[in-house]
């Protein structure tokens, strides 16, 4: 089906003509259609930064708390104190 309507949008487009049933919707639908198999997908619109945002957000939270958790803290206190009381 999504060949047969980007098919549409190309003969509006090269002059073609739609099928009979709604000639007029058909060939809006195909003209607004049209205009974006020139255009390239580039960057990121507004709603996929505010996502993607929102995801950043999730994570560095899930990550403080990993870090800030117990385990963690003893883990990483015990690898410094190891790190300074090394002999060269």
Do not use: H
Not at 70 to 88: I, N, T, W, Y
Request: hydrophobic fraction near 45%; aromatic fraction near 10%.
């Amino acid at each position: 089906m999504e060949t047969k309507c980007w098919g549409w949008a190309v003969d509006v487009v090269r002059g073609g003509r739609l099928s009979a049933g709604g000639p007029d919707r058909r060939a809006k639908w195909a003209a607004r259609w049209a205009g974006r198999l020139g255009r390239s997908d580039r960057g990121m619109t507004t709603s996929e930064y505010a996502v993607g945002t929102i995801a950043a957000c999730a994570f560095a939270a899930v990550l403080y708390k990993v870090v800030n958790s117990g385990p963690v803290l003893s883990a990483l206190q015990s690898l410094v104190e190891d790190a300074l009381d090394a002999k060269f």
